[in-house]
């Protein structure tokens, strides 16, 4: 069976556009993404996953409504300064992303090699008919630009009827004994 990094990138490979990943850990999921994009990494040579194409200039953005869209990582990283370029394109403030419709439209104007994590858009599926014409909106560029949106929920969510034959939906399940003594010893090694 594949691990949920080892599925990840293979929806990546094929350029799959809308990846749903259901998730009791969102932070740790975009760790295992990261993780998973670093075909550097050791785990990586030993599953396989360092065949794929380097990824270090990866956009990665993430949106949550306190926030909005933000880069993930430094100030100057890919993401941050691929949604200067489509705010600016867009005509949109960046403040104003914290509106999920709004910061939907705004990644219609995403560059090549994004992938832009959800966090829990369920809250906005029932309520708001846009957010789900906007993700559905994004799956033809998105294929065509190698971009992939991410939209994270939980176990019990499901996506609106709409959208079940556009996403593909991974589960990322709880970490292992084994993954969080790595992760311990990982982090006393960096420590």
Not at 20 to 46: C, E, M, Q, Y
Not at 76 to 86: L, P, R, T, V
Not at 139 to 147: H, I, L, M, P, V
Request: aromatic share 6%; charged share 25%.
């Amino acid at each position: 069976m594949k691990s949920f990094q080892q599925l990840f990138i293979d929806a990546r490979a094929i350029s799959t556009p809308l990846v749903g990943v259901r998730t009791f850990d969102p932070t740790s999921t975009i760790r295992n993404v990261r993780k998973a994009l670093d075909a550097k990494h050791a785990d990586n040579k030993k599953a396989g996953l360092s065949d794929y194409p380097d990824t270090e200039n990866t956009a990665l953005i993430s949106w949550d409504c306190m926030h909005g869209l933000r880069g993930l990582g430094d100030v100057n990283n890919a993401g941050s300064k691929a949604i200067m370029d489509m705010s600016r394109l867009a005509g949109i403030e960046l403040a104003a992303t914290i509106d999920l419709a709004l910061a939907l439209g705004l990644l219609e104007f995403a560059p090549e090699d994004c992938i832009v994590f959800l966090h829990n858009p369920q809250l906005y599926w029932e309520t708001d008919p846009k957010v789900v014409q906007g993700i559905w909106n994004l799956r033809d560029s998105f294929k065509a630009g190698g971009n992939m949106l991410v939209p994270m929920f939980g176990s019990g969510d499901e996506l609106p009827a709409i959208l079940q034959q556009d996403v593909l939906v991974i589960d990322d399940p709880l970490t292992t004994r084994a993954e969080l003594e790595q992760i311990i010893l990982d982090t006393y090694k960096d420590a």
